[in-house]
């Protein structure tokens, strides 16, 4: 099977994120993935808020109304944000941890 980041290049490749890749970055994001892969997925994100990448329908659309556009602004908003989290929190599990003489103790 695939990397995560081996999806996420050729889905930024071909500016088209298919449901299958979807899914496979799905089950793979459940299972296994390091540090590269979790950027990639992050990429991917930014890249499908940006409209760099589209993503496959999962069902048919009719013509969105001008509620439906704005949920899908908000939709696009929050998977912005949560990348960002999640670049967030992989940075931090990056960082070296401190030995528990260099940390501070409370009433010491």
């Given amino acids: 099977m695939a990397l995560i980041k081996e ?3 050729e889905a930024l490749n071909t500016g088209y994120l298919s449901v299958v890749a979807e899914d496979q970055i ?3 994001i459940q299972t296994n993935y390091d540090s590269d892969d979790l950027d ?3 990429i991917l994100q ?3 808020v940006a409209g760099d990448v589209k993503q496959e329908s999962r069902r048919k659309k009719a013509s969105l109304s001008s509620k439906s556009k704005e949920a899908s602004a908000n939709i ?3 998977y912005q944000v949560a990348a960002e989290m999640a670049f967030a929190a992989a940075m931090a599990l990056t960082m070296p ?3 528990a003489k260099d940390q501070a103790s409370l009433g010491a």
Avoid: H
């Fill in 40 to 42: 990639a997925w992050i």
């Fill in 26 to 28: 799905r089950m793979l």
């Fill in 7 to 9: 999806i996420v290049q």
């Fill in 76 to 78: 696009k908003l929050a």
């Fill in 46 to 48: 930014r890249a499908i």
């Fill in 97 to 99: 941890s401190n030995n």
